[in-house]
């Protein structure tokens, strides 16, 4: 490999790795998610301009940080603002230094990544935003992805985005961490967040791959995290279990060739168990906090769905009437369209391919817009159904709909076995 090239992935990596912690300390250092995102971004132009002549340095993350925050000086010396900020930093909080000392607090979060994912979670931001500025800055993704996974244009994403940073800057957010009560109102909105993360990295909303390993990873960590801040809360043992057992089937979820391989045909074996055990344990303790009386939603619910799939050891030993009514629960508890399409798929295999399609039936045509799991749930239906012709068509349907080249292989690869299926049949 190239020296250049080997050193371009290295910059890659490091970003990758690095970008959201990067991006989280010099938001606790400046108190501006906006300049801590640009200080960010001029590190990793730098480090493409040096990086190739001087060499990777043995701590990237660290030169990383160091670069970002003479930016940062060099930023507050140019526009002769760092006096002003330090004056009035002391005038509000009674103390001299630039940067108050967060570890003082006694109600603090530990982790600069969890601090922004909190401050992203805002209340003076719509959940889109909350949602989409917490992608950006922790998630590492672009705007064009982003926009993919939200169905919209990418210069109407870069806008709601850039209006989410002015508004955390207006609403002064950087000084505002949320602590006790706050906190609490704020759990479910970062929950949701660490969610999306998480599916980001399971299943690619774009792009040639099936998964980001790292994005899944990462939001497994954060919600491990969560469950440690907030330990009496029912739900957020739920979202570690949740993703904690989905995330235990990643090795398994596509081939040697890259592409995806569905649930019923995967190796178990190659399943992580200590994900399995870590993730039935978080489970076990949100259903002890729920005898005592504490509440369970969406994500408890979602867990113990997963958890039944994790016991079987054979695809065929999956008990999917209980899955079905875990998501007739569900269906009351958080109702929605994607939970439908996979309660029609738990009833299909349940009760029979008719009776998952007359859940899925039920759906508004325009539910998920241009998505395309509905028709890929009802090609699958169908196949089941042996209406093949109507499931080549379907699946024909959601390939077209996908944007993303592994999903959409698969799909079209499930079309035509349909079509081939209906040659045989003739």
Wanted: negative net charge.
């Amino acid at each position: 490999m190239p020296v250049e090239t080997a050193t371009t992935e290295a910059i890659t990596t490091a970003w990758r790795a690095e970008s959201a912690r990067l991006v989280g300390a010099l938001t606790r250092m400046t108190r501006d998610v906006e300049l801590a995102e640009d200080l960010a971004q001029d590190a990793l132009v730098a480090a493409l301009e040096q990086w190739p002549a001087s060499g990777v340095p043995d701590n990237p993350a660290a030169w990383l940080m160091t670069t970002a925050k003479r930016r940062g000086v060099d930023h507050f010396r140019r526009a002769d603002t760092l006096r002003r900020k330090t004056e009035e930093l002391g005038h509000a909080r009674g103390e001299e230094e630039q940067v108050p000392d967060l570890d003082a607090q006694v109600d603090h979060i530990e982790d600069d990544v969890l601090r922004l994912i909190f401050l992203s979670c805002h209340p003076a931001l719509t959940p889109e935003s909350r949602a989409a500025l917490t992608l950006r800055l922790v998630g590492g993704l672009t705007t064009t992805e982003i926009a993919r996974g939200f169905l919209v244009a990418e210069t109407t994403m870069g806008q709601r985005i850039s209006r989410a940073k002015k508004t955390l800057s207006e609403a002064r957010a950087e000084f505002d961490l949320p602590t006790g009560a706050e906190r609490v109102e704020r759990l479910d909105d970062v929950m949701a967040v660490i969610y999306l993360i998480f599916n980001e990295g399971y299943a690619a909303a774009a792009g040639e791959h099936w998964m980001r390993p790292a994005l899944a990873d990462e939001g497994i960590r954060l919600a491990r995290m969560l469950a440690a801040l907030a330990p009496t809360e029912p739900e957020t043992l739920g979202l570690q279990s949740l993703l904690e057992i989905q995330g235990s089937r990643s090795l398994a979820r596509v081939d040697d060739a890259g592409v995806p391989v569905l649930l019923e045909a995967q190796d178990r074996t190659r399943w992580d168990q200590e994900l399995i055990r870590r993730g039935l344990a978080a489970l076990a303790g949100a259903r002890a906090l729920a005898a005592r009386g504490r509440p369970v939603g969406k994500y408890f619910l979602q867990a113990s769905i997963a958890a039944q799939h994790a016991r079987a050891r054979r695809a065929e030993d999956t008990d999917w009437r209980q899955i079905a009514r875990l998501y007739d629960v569900l269906a009351q508890a958080a109702p929605g369209p994607v939970v439908e399409v996979n309660r029609a798929v738990a009833h299909g295999r349940a009760f029979g391919a008719p009776a998952g399609l007359a859940v899925l039936d039920a759906i508004p045509a325009d539910a998920l817009g241009e998505s395309p799991l509905v028709p890929s749930v009802r090609g699958d239906l169908l196949e089941r159904h042996g209406q093949h012709a109507l499931a080549a068509l379907a699946f024909d349907e959601a390939a077209a709909r996908s944007r993303n080249d592994a999903e959409r292989t698969v799909l079209e690869r499930r079309a035509e076995e349909n079509r081939s299926q209906m040659s045989r049949s003739g």
